[in-house]
């Protein structure tokens, strides 16, 4: 008989149900303190549906996207448990998505100082500033992501075809 989706699984189940190795999972519970399973006597764990989704997550940035243990600790820490929850599911989207969030919240943040010094009119210039360099900084996301896209193709043994741009035979044909 199986499981409910709400009943706590094993480390075990966890470790067979995500492909992830027991002294993986172990290891990652002392470098993410977001992840921390119930533990009843004799040190048996039990994970709650939350925590197998936040494995789901790590694992994916650390293995799909190739971030470092260190990166993962940054976007935790930055971003969040629900957004690396997202990313599990969502692929990089959730990110793309958070790029602007972040800008949004730094001139936020920054926002009520610059009000108390100068007044609501330059405020309201620096936080359209801000909106402008995030979604700036969402289209350098996306190029990078696509660029990305491109050469795992070209390494998975894809062609691409490349488009010249416009004046590139003209010039070749000069030599």
């Not at 290891?27 to 925590?51: I, T, V």
Request: hydrophobic share 45%.
């Amino acid at each position: 008989m199986a499981k409910s989706a709400d009943a706590f699984r094993t480390i075990s189940e966890v470790s067979t149900e995500l492909d992830v190795p027991k002294h993986v999972l172990r290891f990652w519970e002392q470098r993410f303190k977001q992840l921390k399973p119930l533990k009843r006597g004799g040190g048996r764990r039990f994970y709650r549906p939350e925590d197998v989704e936040l494995i789901k997550g790590i694992k994916s940035l650390l293995n799909r996207d190739a971030y470092t243990i260190r990166g993962v600790q940054r976007i935790l820490k930055e971003q969040g448990v629900e957004m690396v929850k997202r990313l599990a599911s969502d692929d990089a989207t959730a990110l793309i998505a958070a790029v602007p969030q972040a800008a949004e919240a730094a001139a936020i943040s920054a926002a009520p100082n610059a009000r108390r010094a100068s007044g609501t009119r330059k405020a309201r210039a620096g936080s359209e500033a801000a909106a402008q360099e995030a979604s700036v900084g969402r289209d350098v996301v996306v190029a990078a992501i696509s660029e990305l896209s491109a050469c795992r193709a070209l390494l998975a043994g894809e062609t691409l075809r490349a488009k010249a741009p416009a004046g590139a035979s003209a010039a070749s044909g000069r030599r």
